[in-house]
């Protein structure tokens, strides 16, 4: 049996800004990357087998 998730650490301070610095000046993803996640996602979904 899993165990249950606890409480999300609240953030204060400095790291509470970096945090929001960071949430609000996201950088989007290259061409470069997205080819390798797709690749990725790709050889993933023709191994995995899944029994319903």
């Known amino acids: 049996m899993a165990r ?3 409480e999300t650490p609240v953030l204060y301070g400095e ?10 000046n996201v ?3 290259s061409n470069e990357e997205k080819d390798r996640v ?6 993933l979904k023709k191994i995995a087998t899944f029994k319903m």
């Open 4 to 6: 249950p998730i606890g």
């Open 15 to 24: 790291d509470a800004v970096r945090f929001l610095n960071e949430m609000e």
């Open 27 to 29: 950088k989007p993803a």
């Open 38 to 43: 797709r690749k990725a996602y790709e050889m």
